[in-house]
């Protein structure tokens, strides 16, 4: 089992930063990828960005302001964005993968507006 905990979701912006963490425990070491997705009303739950031990991937509609990065030594997982838009409003959640099994955590909420 793993479990995920997300923090510093809130009210930001438009064009401004926001970071997100997500803090892994238990059976991390069976990891092998953990990612970010968001959910905006009505819409369905989609793929920001996710990092492996050799790569990160990110959605076309992110590249360039977010950044997915990792501490290992901190097993957390953050989301850099910056730049943000109003159409970036959602609940974010943080995702982990090992090889039977997805992990999800609460999710945090992520508001962009003036």
């Known amino acids: 089992q793993v479990q995920l905990v997300e923090s510093g979701g809130g009210l930001v912006q438009p064009g401004g930063s926001r970071r997100l963490s997500c803090a892994a425990s238990?059976?991390?070491?069976?990891?092998?990828?953990m990612g970010w997705y968001r959910q905006a009303p009505g819409k369905q739950r989609e793929l920001v960005a996710a990092?492996?031990?050799?790569?990160?991937n990110y959605a076309d509609s992110v590249k360039g302001r977010f950044t997915i990065s990792r501490d290992n030594a901190k097993n957390t997982v953050y989301l850099q964005m910056n730049s943000l838009k109003p159409e970036d409003t959602a609940v974010y959640f943080c995702?982990?993968?090992?090889?039977?099994?997805?992990?999800w955590g609460q999710g945090t909420q992520v508001t962009v507006s003036s």
């Open positions: 995702n982990a993968k090992d090889r039977k099994y997805g992990y």
């Open positions: 238990g059976s991390i070491f069976s990891i092998y990828a």
């Open positions: 990092i492996t031990s050799d790569s990160t």
